[in-house]
């Protein structure tokens, strides 16, 4: 079984920064891509930006230059710095990877349970 967990959301003023955190653990045996998605009320959900396991990042227009995701290989982990903040950012932000499950033999994608971002201004 494999778990990706987020932590750091919360409510942040307009212009502040919030820095999220993802640890994917379990039956993994290797992980391609990693990103960061969300979903705001009534929208579909977007990329937000993804990372290669050579870490190359792509950022979706609307973060470019604000936000900077990030990951260790190591430790299974990924995360997104999100600076000066905008109400539009407020939303669910999921993890996401792309991985081989060690069991099964498997490349899958996974997400995380979700972590709340709210923004005000």
């Known amino acids: 079984q494999v778990q990706l967990v987020e932590s750091g959301g919360g409510l942040v003023q307009e212009g502040g920064s919030l820095r999220l955190s993802c640890a994917a653990s379990g039956s993994i045996l290797s992980i391609n891509t990693m990103g960061w998605y969300r979903q705001a009320p009534g929208k579909e959900r977007e990329v937000v930006a993804v990372i290669s396991s050579g870490g190359i990042a792509n950022y979706a227009a609307s973060v470019q230059g604000r936000f900077i995701i990030s990951r260790d290989n190591a430790r299974n982990t990924v995360d997104l710095q999100m600076n000066s903040l905008k109400p539009e950012d407020t939303a669910v932000y999921y993890c996401?990877?792309?991985?081989?499950?060690?069991?099964?033999?498997?490349?899958?994608?996974?997400w995380g349970q979700g972590t709340q971002v709210t923004v005000s201004s």
């Open positions: 996401n990877a792309d991985l081989v499950n060690i069991i099964s033999v498997r490349r899958n994608t996974y």
